[in-house]
């Protein structure tokens, strides 16, 4: 049996823009302290390889201090250690791939054409290549395994949904034809369950710590385990710490509304809640003041619509006019377990007559 660790795009020294200096610095400390989850992972699972896929990080521009922690981390891991540079990260002769001194378990894939390790103790072999620049042509054109009696992986940053990438496609006959037990990938910062092809097992573990409201939800990584030619993976949280974007009817009390629909545990996260429904406007200033202490970072946006009272055309001498006064007929006819729904009838049919858009 062969145990990996997989895990891809951690972007460290992201920018992160749109937060305060001092917010962002903390996150940026956040994505370091990550490798030390990383390798606590790799002892916990007594995995024999971590294959890292790519976009370690964010650009070319690196601080010392991540890199010492980086390659701290490295040092202290167990496993083989295999790197794909990707197209944030790729190997340059001045990138830091090449210009620091890694630890003797760390491989870097420093070509742009497919190399192998082999391991005998493991009877297995890592394949790997590396972007050399910020784009990659189809690096697993023609690729076959050498031996197809070993265990073999690949570790790659690529595109395996966009057969026009410009960051190395994979079409899916690539990787049926292989020959390769699990291809680890990097690129594709959503996780999304393992996928096989011929033989071949492969997998995006996605980013393991969301960077934006365009990375939502819980962030990690894959652990894979190889017996007997079977692959079982299975995903790991990584941070504590997520994006989430949370809708909520405002109606007549927003602040109720939210603190009703929010998780217990919410001080590590950064929200953006959006106030929809028929509402007065809320005041989202005062929203975010009482609330901001119970996140991260907090975004209160308001997308209510005005209140609208359905009666108020009631007697007018027009096809509305008409229409809302026999609903209202109805509405004041009806028992009190029936009004909501002559008052939704009544809602729909005043948009319809007055043009509005009528959602579902």
Same mark, same amino acid.
């Given at each position: 049996m062969i145990k990996v660790i997989h895990a891809a795009d951690f972007?460290?020294?992201?920018?992160?823009?749109?937060?305060?200096?001092?917010?962002?610095?903390?996150?940026r400390q956040k994505q370091r302290e990550l490798l030390d989850k990383l390798v606590e992972l790799v002892h916990n699972e007594q995995a024999d390889l971590l294959l890292l896929s790519g976009d370690l990080f964010?650009?070319?521009?690196? $601080?010392?201090?991540?890199?010492? $922690?980086?390659?701290?981390?490295?040092?202290?891991?167990?496993?083989r250690v295999f790197i794909a540079p990707g197209n944030h990260d790729p190997y340059t002769v001045s990138s830091p791939w090449e210009t620091e001194a890694w630890p003797e378990n760390v491989h870097i894939f420093k070509k742009n054409t497919v190399e192998s390790v082999y391991i005998e103790a493991l009877g297995c072999?890592?394949?790997?290549? !590396?972007?050399?620049?910020?784009?990659?042509?189809?690096?697993?054109?023609?690729?076959?395994?050498?031996?197809?009696?070993l265990t073999n992986f690949m570790v790659l940053h690529g595109d395996a949904t966009q057969p026009n990438s410009f960051y190395n496609p994979i079409r899916k006959q690539q990787i049926e034809e292989s020959g390769l037990n699990y291809l680890a990938?990097?690129?594709?910062?959503?996780?999304?369950?393992?996928l096989c092809l011929g033989k071949t097992v492969y997998a995006w573990p996605g980013c393991p710590m969301g960077r934006g409201f365009d990375e939502l939800g819980e962030k990690g990584v894959l652990v894979v385990t190889i017996d007997a030619g079977t692959v079982e993976t299975s995903f790991r949280p990584l941070a504590d710490y997520?994006?989430?974007?949370?809708?909520?009817?405002?109606?007549?009390?927003?602040?109720?509304?939210?603190r009703d629909a929010l998780p217990d545990d919410t001080?590590?996260?950064? $929200?953006?809640?959006?106030?929809?429904?028929?509402a007065d406007t809320p005041d989202c200033k005062a929203l975010h003041e009482t609330l901001s202490e119970l996140f991260f970072s907090l975004t209160v946006l308001d997308r209510t619509t005005p209140k609208i009272d359905p009666w108020a055309s009631c007697g007018e001498d027009s096809l509305k006019g008409l229409t809302m006064q026999l609903l209202k007929q109805d509405f004041? !006819?009806?028992?009190?377990?029936?009004?909501?729904?002559?008052?939704?009838?009544?809602?729909?049919?005043?948009?319809?007559?007055?043009?509005?858009?009528?959602?579902?």
């Open positions: 972007h460290l020294d992201s920018a992160f823009r749109a937060m305060p200096p001092a917010k962002a610095g903390l996150l964010d650009s070319g521009e690196v $601080y010392p201090d991540t890199l010492l $922690y980086l390659k701290r981390a490295l040092s202290e891991c167990h496993a072999q890592v394949y790997g290549a !590396a972007f050399t620049s910020e784009q990659a042509p189809a690096l697993m054109e023609g690729f076959r395994v050498e031996d197809g009696e990938l990097g690129h594709i910062h959503k996780r999304a369950d393992a997520r994006y989430e974007i949370l809708t909520v009817e405002a109606g007549e009390d927003p602040l109720s509304a939210i001080q590590n996260d950064c $929200y953006r809640i959006i106030l929809t429904g028929e004041d !006819a009806a028992g009190e377990a029936d009004r909501e729904i002559v008052l939704q009838a009544a809602r729909l049919a005043l948009s319809v007559l007055e043009g509005r858009e009528v959602s579902e």
